[in-house]
Each structure stands twice: as structure tokens, then as C-alpha cells.
T-cell receptor
Framework: AQSVSQHNHHVILSEAASLELGCNYS??????LFWYVQYPGQHLQLLLK??????LVKGIKGFEAEFIKSKFSFNLRKPSVQWSDTAEYFC??????????????FGKGTHLIIQP | DGGITQSPKYLFRKEGQNVTLSCEQN?????MYWYRQDPGQGLRLIYY???????QKGDIAEGYSVSREKKESFPLTVTSAQKNPTAFYLC???????????FGPGTRLTVT
């Protein structure tokens, strides 16, 4: 079974600071990886995803994530955060086996607060 | 506009009553899902359906029931057997199980 661990439950940063949110997964085979974001009062929406190819993935709003297979990690980064990045961020993994893909498994989320 | 609608946004019920949450999608997706979101718990899968007239239990199905009579609709019933029903419920859909999921706005259920 697959699982996801997000290291930080709450992160508080000042505007213009750099951001890195940790995500580690547990699965022995091929994976697809996702970061979702939930802005206050809005739908959960996809930030970026990794299926294959270049392990550095760029998403919306200046976010990027790097898949490091040897570390089972998919950390989310942004060089300079804005107040509008205040949100809850969820990492998710999908394991792929010979029998087909499993469903998404979500981490517990990181609540990011950006102070002006 | 294509998307997922959930109604109502807020729902209040007395303990011991069953309550049904609505989820409709017009994305023509085959797979649909119900999650429960609690603070610090992330999203936990309640039920999912890969095709009409078929559904499977997720990680926390006890006290919940679903139906999938139409492709676009996947209602969730929270029964009186659910010990802790107060939560934020999210519906999602995707082309197939495991694909990128699209989420609805959620229903916040409060049971007193």
C-alpha cells in the first residue's frame, strides 16, 4: 500500500521568503505524484503533477517540485512567496503496478501562512 | 461551464438522522470519489465509483452509503451509524481511477 508523509503541518513565512514543503512517499514501484492547493474558501485544485520525464516539474503560480526517486521525495518549492500563497497544500501519490493504477493517496496537508 | 457541484454548502442535522449530500459533475468523467477532510487529517477516502452501478469502499466507509445510478451523480448518505459525522465532505471526479482528480467546493456537515 502507498502512503504519503508531509513533514510540516504549519509553516509561517514572510513575503518574499523562499518556500520548500517536504513530501515523502512510500511505494516500491512506479509512481505518479501530485501537489494540490486549497486556497481559503476555494476548491481544491491541482498545482502540478509528475508522471515521467524531467524530474523537475513546473506548475502554476511559480511553483515547482522535484522528484528524487532515490529519496522517495517530491518537495514543493517557490523562490519568493506572496501573501496570496496562503493556503493548505496537499501532496498525493498514485502507485502503478502491473494490475493498473491505484487511487490517489493524500498526505495530511501543510497549512502555509504568508505574513505581509 | 464544466465542473463539479456539491449542495448544499452548509448542512445541519440532529444526531440520529440520516442525511444525503449531493454531488453532480458535467465533465463526463467515469470515476467519482467522496472524501472526508478533518483538520490535520488530510483527505480520507470514503467511497469511490469507477463506473455506473458500481462502487467500492474506501478507507473509512463505515457509517456511509453511496449510489451511482447515473454517470453524472454520486450522492453520499451519512447514516446515523457514523459515530463522528461532523466534517467537511469533498466530492471529486476523474477520467479513470488514479488520474488527476477535479474537486467540488465541498459540503460542511454539522451534526448536533
Amino acid at each position: 500500500a502507498q502512503s504519503v508523509s508531509q513533514h510540516n503541518h504549519h509553516v509561517i513565512l514572510s513575503e518574499a521568503a523562499s518556500l520548500e514543503l517536504g513530501c515523502n512517499y512510500s511505494y516500491g514501484g512506479t509512481v505518479n505524484l501530485f501537489w494540490y492547493v486549497q486556497y481559503p474558501g476555494q476548491h481544491l485544485q491541482l498545482l502540478l503533477k509528475y508522471f515521467s520525464g524531467d524530474p523537475l516539474v513546473k506548475g502554476i503560480k511559480g511553483f515547482e517540485a522535484e522528484f528524487i526517486k532515490s529519496k522517495f521525495s517530491f518537495n514543493l518549492r517557490k523562490p519568493s512567496v506572496q501573501w496570496s500563497d496562503t493556503a493548505e497544500y496537499f501532496c498525493a501519490v498514485r502507485g502503478i503496478s502491473g494490475g493498473g493504477a491505484d487511487g490517489l493517496t493524500f498526505g495530511k496537508g501543510t497549512h502555509l501562512i504568508i505574513q505581509p | 461551464d464544466g465542473g463539479i457541484t456539491q449542495s448544499p454548502k452548509y448542512l445541519f442535522r440532529k444526531e440520529g438522522q440520516n442525511v444525503t449530500l449531493s454531488c453532480e459533475q458535467n465533465l463526463n468523467h467515469d470515476a467519482m470519489y467522496w472524501y472526508r477532510q478533518d483538520p490535520g487529517q488530510g483527505l480520507r477516502l470514503i467511497y469511490y465509483s469507477q463506473i455506473v452501478n458500481d462502487f467500492q469502499k474506501g478507507d473509512i466507509a463505515e457509517g456511509y452509503s453511496v449510489s451511482r445510478e447515473k454517470k453524472e451523480s454520486f450522492p453520499l448518505t451519512v447514516t446515523s451509524a457514523q459515530k463522528n459525522p461532523t466534517a467537511f465532505y469533498l466530492c471529486a471526479s476523474s477520467w479513470f481511477r488514479g488520474d488527476e482528480q477535479y474537486f467540488g467546493p465541498g459540503t460542511r456537515l454539522t451534526v448536533t
